[in-house]
């Protein structure tokens, strides 16, 4: 059974940066490399919203182009989302996804 264990949220000032990760287990090699990564966010009070995704082709949501970069590290099977010049609308819950597998989410807050 998969598992994804996202981290490294927190709480910083607005242009500052935080890099997520994404720890996978349970889940084989050749499913990981073929799997689409993605990380979503949930700002508070809104619906979940795609970030950005990873496979043969990469996306961004437009709000983040520019400043987030998503990546992977297919030997230590984990997720990245390198977040730069942070602003309060990116606050919110990130959730990494591979297939049906989920994690619980890492918070992170931006203040001004």
């Known amino acids: 059974q998969g598992r994804l264990v996202e981290s490294g949220g927190g709480l910083v000032q607005a242009g500052e940066s935080l890099t997520l990760s994404c720890k996978t287990s349970?889940?084989?090699?050749?499913?990981?490399?073929?799997?689409?990564m993605r990380w979503y966010r949930q700002a508070p009070g809104k619906e979940r919203e795609l970030v950005a995704s990873?496979?043969?082709?990469?996306f961004y949501e437009d709000s983040v182009k520019g400043r987030f970069t998503i990546s992977k590290d297919n030997a230590k099977r984990a997720i990245y989302l390198q977040m730069n010049n942070l602003n309060p609308d990116d606050t919110g819950v990130y959730y990494c996804?591979?297939?049906?597998?989920w994690g619980q989410g890492t918070r992170v807050t931006v203040y001004s």
């Open positions: 990873l496979s043969s082709e990469v």
């Open positions: 996804n591979i297939n049906n597998y």
């Open positions: 349970g889940i084989i090699l050749s499913t990981f490399w073929g799997a689409t």
